[in-house]
């Protein structure tokens, strides 16, 4: 979840570490620092607490110059964040390492270290590593060398970068279940956590796969993989514009994000829509065969990715006729689990690089599931290269932490899983899957429709102003929408915020209702309608302020402290993903109208990479 940048060059590189720790803020940090080996040949470092602002303006003050460096975000896991737990760190002077992840026995090599003599500055897991290191390079001066065999002794997660004085033509990398790419220039190469990282500076990218270890110099850069052989990782092209990393005319990331979701739907929809169908083989070449075998299927993820696993179970056991369990990953690794026969794992993530659901994915090999499915916005994540099938959510990149429209192409790609698995397995009803392309091909529309209610609910948002706590309310499959509205208010503007099957109101939340907690509800026109009524007549009955966001055609309209948003009215199975648009919008407003930083919100990080 933190950022890495590296660089060696034939000019000054501070400023393109820096620029690379900018285009990284949306991973989430509360520290930044950067190393370079200077022209007095000498490791010279800067950390600051807070914004790489922070870094940038000490930077300005007491400029470091060098052709080598390193640079750093970090997001607080070991140790408070203060500048001398903030990357890089050093051993003696001489070695400076940046890392992300987390070292499990490092407790363990911290007391073999500090009876070796190894002073250490500082709390965090991180300065093992580069005290490990240093002893090392004793031995084995090599330093690619050195790094090998140091991280034998490492268990855990890491992507990480280190450069020596006693070598500053290099600086070498690990990879093991926290991602690094490597950036080719003309007389210079780069290192990041993120190629968005490097746009500034290449265009072709060179990803390390899972325990490579890399040395980069201005002219050539050597890869060996886990069993320490050489090997050539193939050069991508990066075509999609940099213009993703800017906020064009938009305020926040977010709300581009937000309005940009018509575009992104429409995307991850190309090619998989046949006339009246959804084309098996997008989900890949075995997929058919594979899905002809599925008796049960299994999701898990995290976060807004569990949200919109628990749409899918309410699709693939009504449309599909398939069972259905999902599950958050961090508990389904941790349990002892038992698999249904001929069960599809179906693993859901913006960035891949989940590490709660990758280690699901991996103990799921262990346990006989039939196969596995990614569902995932990043095509060369570790989550993707691991699974037997794929569906990229084409979302482009995502900046804000609090994910929008990452959600609403993993909705898509969800409904076509089920449209797949029912046409394949024929258990969908006659006539169900056409119809539901058809309203597929026209979901971009009805989200811009959606996304024209944005004054609307601007003025909503002002209820919210002063307000601490809110319930969110839905039914069916509009449940786990109204818990991803809660987490966005909770994100973002951190007004707590809970959701509960409307249902449920009476059988304990009831009890918090009043005046001062809005209830905030979703209602689609459908059979489940009346009875959502129902339940809000027990909401204003204790005093508590309404906001639903009702079919066009519910026949629901404003009252006294109920405010009804009407919303274009759309086939019940695609409803969750239109009525997702209006609670993004509410969450943006209200977060402004707080006063908090929307896309950076704190303690929250972009790609969860550490448990």
């Known amino acids: 979840m933190c950022g890495i940048v590296g660089a060696v060059a034939e000019r000054n590189i501070t400023a393109i570490l820096i620029e690379g720790l900018k285009r990284l803020e949306y991973r989430g940090y509360d520290s930044a620092g950067l190393a370079v080996y200077t022209q007095q040949g000498e490791l010279q470092r800067l950390r600051r607490i807070g914004k790489v602002a922070e870094l940038e303006a000490a930077n300005a003050a007491e400029p470091l110059v060098g052709q080598l460096g390193i640079a750093h975000t970090r997001w607080a896991t070991h140790g408070a964040p203060t500048e001398g737990n903030a990357h890089p760190h050093f051993s003696g002077n001489e070695v400076a390492v940046v890392h992300n992840g987390i070292i499990e026995n490092h407790e363990e090599l911290r007391e073999e270290l500090k009876g070796l003599g190894y002073v250490f500055a500082s709390q965090t897991d991180t300065e093992v590593i580069v005290h490990l290191i240093h002893h090392t390079l004793k031995t084995i001066p090599d330093l690619a060398d050195a790094l090998k065999a140091a991280i034998k002794r490492l268990h855990g997660a890491y992507g990480l970068a280190l450069v020596s004085v006693k070598q500053p033509d290099r600086l070498v990398a690990a990879r093991s279940g926290s991602p690094l790419v490597i950036g080719l220039g003309l007389g210079e190469n780069f290192l990041a956590s993120d190629q968005l990282a490097l746009r500034q500076v290449t265009d072709r990218f060179m990803y390390l796969e899972e325990g490579d270890i890399a040395e980069i110099r201005r002219d050539h850069v050597k890869i060996w993989d886990q069993a320490g052989n050489a090997v050539q990782r193939e050069t991508v092209q990066y075509h999609e514009g940099a213009e993703a990393a800017d906020k064009g005319t938009y305020r926040h990331f977010m709300l581009k994000e937000i309005h940009e979701q018509p575009t992104v739907v429409q995307r991850t929809l190309e090619g998989r829509l046949g006339k009246d169908h959804v084309m098996v083989q997008a989900f890949g070449p075995q997929a058919a065969e594979l899905f002809a075998k599925v008796r049960n299927v299994q999701i898990v993820a995290c976060g807004t990715s569990y949200h919109a696993g628990m749409v899918a179970r309410y699709w693939l056991e009504s449309l599909a006729g398939i069972p259905c369990q999902v599950e958050v990953a961090s508990e389904f690794r941790y349990r002892k689990v038992v698999v249904q026969p001929d069960t599809l794992f179906v693993s859901i993530s913006q960035s891949g690089e989940t590490a ?96 024209a209610m944005d004054a609307t609910v601007e003025k909503i948002a002002e209820l919210f102003a002063d307000k601490h706590h809110t319930l969110f309310l839905g039914r069916g499959a509009q449940y786990p929408v109204a818990m991803e509205g809660a ?34 509800t979703v209602a689609p026109n459908n059979e489940l309608l009346e009875k959502l009524k129902s339940n809000l007549q027990e909401v204003r009955a204790r005093g508590g302020e309404l906001v639903v966001f009702a079919d066009e055609q519910a026949g629901m309209s404003n009252g006294e402290g109920t405010h009804v948003v009407k919303v274009p009215h759309i086939s019940d199975a695609l409803a969750p993903i239109l009525y997702t648009i209006p609670l993004q919008l509410l969450s943006y407003y209200v977060a402004v109208l707080k006063g908090t930083d929307v896309d950076q919100p704190r303690n929250l990080a972009k790609s969860v990479t550490v448990e």
């Not at 916005?377 to 804000?400: H, K, M, Q």
């Not at 006539?431 to 429709?449: D, F, I, K, M, Y």
């Not at 951190?494 to 109101?505: C, K, R, S, V, W």
Request: hydrophobic letters at 50%; proline letters at 4%; glycine letters at 8%.
């Open 487 to 520: 987490l966005k208010l909770k994100e973002i503007s951190y007004i707590h915020a809970e959701a509960y099957p409307a249902g449920e109101l009476k059988h304990g939340p009831l009890a918090l209702v009043d005046n001062d907690m809005p209830v905030v």
């Open 356 to 451: 709660d659901t990758l280690a699901a994915l991996r103990n799921a090999k262990e346990l006989g599931f039939l196969g596995s499915l990614a569902i995932c916005n990043v095509g060369i994540s570790s989550l993707v290269r691991e699974s037997d099938l794929t569906l990229l959510t084409l979302a482009g990149p995502e900046i804000g932490v609090a994910s929008t429209k990452a959600f609403t192409t993993q909705l898509v790609s969800l409904m076509l899983l089920t449209l797949a698995l029912g046409q394949v397995r024929g258990t969908l009803e006659a006539g169900v899957e056409a119809e539901l392309v058809e309203e597929l091909r026209r979901l971009p529309a009805r989200l811009g429709e959606a996304l």
